[in-house]
């Protein structure tokens, strides 16, 4: 929201910028440049079969996650008087609607193969520093409902992720929601 808020005001600043210093004609090429572009980016994204690539350091089975469906409908803020996984969260799940939640009532448990991913920005940076993952595999871990956690960390937009944390580390709170097959952001 707040990211929205400055890049309108980011625009809003532009144009008035253009207004007061570029001709009429000037300020028309502009808008058509940048309409081209717009189209141009439009079109590359939605090529059906262009490969997804993961973010660097991350397995391939995680790319795209930002395209499967999001559990929470608004991001999840960084928990005040200390975060576990530091910052503003989206969290996605490889499944549809339908399949986690017949009816719109959210059944549990997760399907064997699916793959939660989370995201998180740190606290005033605009970038994903952390990605965590559980991934359930019949049979991998019967004492927790079969789910493998990992949790990957960088810090810079551009540089690789690599592991912090794994397994044993990651159980001991997320067995406080047992009931809900360990995933705590339930669907929206
Ligand atoms: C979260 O990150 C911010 C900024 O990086 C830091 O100041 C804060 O201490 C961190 N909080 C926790 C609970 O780790
Ligand atoms: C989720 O990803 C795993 C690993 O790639 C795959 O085995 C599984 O079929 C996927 N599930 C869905 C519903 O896409």
């Not at 929470?72 to 989206?90: L, S």
């Not at 549809?96 to 017949?102: E, F, G, H």
């Not at 448990?109 to 952390?130: F, H, M, N, T």
Request: net charge negative; proline share 8%.
């Amino acid at each position: 929201m707040k990211m929205r808020t400055r890049n309108l005001l980011a625009v809003l600043a532009i144009t008035l910028l253009f207004t007061a210093c570029a001709s009429e004609k000037q300020l028309e090429e502009i808008i058509q440049q940048s309409n081209e572009e717009e189209t141009t980016t439009l079109e590359e994204s939605t090529q059906p079969d262009e490969p997804v690539v993961a973010l660097p350091g991350l397995p391939d089975d995680v790319a795209g996650y930002t395209q499967w469906l999001k559990l929470n409908a608004e991001p999840i803020p960084p928990a005040p008087g200390g975060d576990p996984h530091n910052g503003t969260k989206n969290v996605h799940v490889n499944q549809t609607r339908d399949t986690i939640a017949p009816n719109g009532i959210q059944q549990f448990p997760y399907p064997d193969g699916s793959i939660v991913v989370k995201e998180a920005s740190r606290p005033g940076k605009d970038y994903v520093g952390l990605i965590a993952i559980m991934r359930k595999k019949a049979g991998a871990d019967p004492d927790h409902n079969d789910w493998q956690f990992i949790e990957y960390v960088r810090n810079a937009p551009d540089a690789e992720f690599s592991v912090i944390a794994e397994g044993r580390s990651c159980w001991g709170c997320h067995a406080g929601v047992k009931d809900i097959d360990y995933v705590f952001t339930e669907l929206d």
